[in-house]
């Protein structure tokens, strides 16, 4: 059954999500931003993710043509009012947020699925925003969103039974895997994966061993994709800083994110997204 699916939000994660669910469900999509510009950045993305998947074999251009006509692009909220299930994808801040919420819970259908991307704020404090928090979940997918294969559910403390069944059933319909989180700081994959990071920084603070080495190492010994600087290059310093502080307010000061993080965020070298982290993309990035 063809259904519609709303974007909150055109950036990295959202043009992945979007991108994802026409290319494995039957789904339409709309995306959401509140400028033309955004969108016009959105639609950039959006092409490059089916560009990229013609390039890689996975779908042919005739494939590709009905799939990117079954992606919208609006400014405007009410756009929205026919998606079962509504997925917010912007900025990491809990007002901007609630904000979203409380005109999603106005706008759209009363049986519909309100849903954040967040990879750590409280669901049950964005549910505050809505009259309706029993319909509000989270959906943390991971970058990038039609490689990776998880998506963490996040049970608020409202959260009905339904909401989290049709959510993770419109999750699995997208060949993903899914993990349920109670709502606490950081959810499961965060709050373990920051604190891998965390104890990375901590070894380079103290001379343990160099960025590639520590690197290097974690990455063959545990036969993980990439080590512990590259992945937080791939995240975002910058966000890597905010999640970092968030914990450290929640679960005391294991999370502390040390002096060479914020030195590097306060000089702009962001990871890979600036051409510039722990490693140098530079190269990468005009390519």
């Known amino acids: 059954m063809a ?10 994660m959202g043009s992945g999500i979007a991108y994802t669910v026409v290319l494995k469900s039957a789904a339409s999509v ?7 510009a955004l969108l016009s950045g959105c639609r950039a993305r959006i092409a490059k993710l089916f560009d990229g998947g013609i390039k890689r074999g996975v779908l042919t251009e005739a494939q590709a043509a009905p799939l990117r006509e079954r992606i919208r692009y609006a400014t405007d909220f009410a756009a929205l009012s026919q998606a079962y299930i509504v997925i917010e994808a ?17 706008l759209c259908a009363p049986g519909a699925i309100l849903a954040s991307n967040t990879s750590g704020i409280s669901i049950t404090q964005i549910a505050t925003a809505a009259r309706h928090p029993e319909r509000v ?20 403390d409202k959260s009905s039974d339904e909401a989290i069944a049709t959510a993770r059933r419109f999750c699995e319909g997208l060949e993903k895997e899914v993990v ?8 499961i994959t965060t709050r373990i994966g920051q604190a891998y990071i965390c104890e990375a920084l901590r070894c380079l603070e103290e001379g343990v061993g160099t960025i590639e080495d520590i690197d290097k190492g974690i990455q063959l010994a545990y036969n993980f994709p990439m080590g512990p600087f590259r992945l937080a290059d791939l995240v975002g310093l910058d966000t890597e800083l905010h999640i970092m502080e968030a914990l450290t307010q929640e679960l005391g000061s294991r999370f502390d994110p040390g002096p060479i993080l914020r ?6 070298h962001l990871g890979r997204k600036t051409g510039r982290g722990f490693f140098d993309y530079s190269e990468a990035k005009k390519g």
């Open 180 to 187: 349920v989180s109670r709502d606490r700081p950081g959810f």
């Open 30 to 36: 709309v995306i959401v931003e509140p400028t033309e």
């Open 90 to 106: 912007v900025t990491e801040d809990l007002g901007v947020k609630q904000k979203v919420f409380e005109q999603l819970d106005r």
């Open 137 to 156: 979940v989270g959906t943390h997918f991971f970058n990038p969103v039609p490689v990776m294969k998880l998506v963490e559910l996040v049970r608020g």
């Open 3 to 12: 259904e519609n699916v709303g974007v909150i939000g055109g950036g990295l």
């Open 263 to 268: 030195k590097m965020v306060q000089e702009k």
